[in-house]
């Protein structure tokens, strides 16, 4: 009986490793989200972002150990090498979303106006995609809003509004209301004119 039970325990380890890889590899992500859920802080999982391709790396060779020595035959281990891609792949997923790349039914205003007016902020203190996302959040909810998207990479937001509704310093108010760490500049404002639909 003692073997069987170190073997039942070795079969699960190669599977909890790969799904704790994979968290690892997105912790900037996932974990970032539930708290923006729960409008919780930055939990500061950014300082894991350097480390992610040598999560990425040992997520892959555990999913292969694991499909080597179970086979997709094993229902685990479908749902190991599924919950492990999603975990992996998230932060892109997210950064596409904050973007407007990846559209939410929560973003699906329908304002048809002629005119819109720009404006292109430059934002200091993004650590990650999850405070891309606390930020994006932040800027659709306000009305009249027409698209938001957040670049984490280069520190930076388009937003689109309806024409003479906000100025420069109600952009960047919006931003600081979220966390008073980020400090934001409207460093361009542009008025597009769009033909309605």
Sequence with gaps: MQPKTSLSSDNKSSYIWAIITGLLSSSCCIIQLILNLFSIGCAGFSVLTPYRPFFLSFTAILIIYTITKYGFNSKRTLITLLISILLTASPELVSLHNQGKII???NSKQIFVREIETFVVQINGISCEGCANRIKAQIDSKPFVINSKVYFKNQSAIVSVKLGTYKSNDIETWVKMVDFKYGAK??????????EE
């Design 104 to 106: 939410s039914s929560t």
């Design 186 to 195: 409207v460093i361009q404002q542009y008025i597009e004119t769009i033909e």
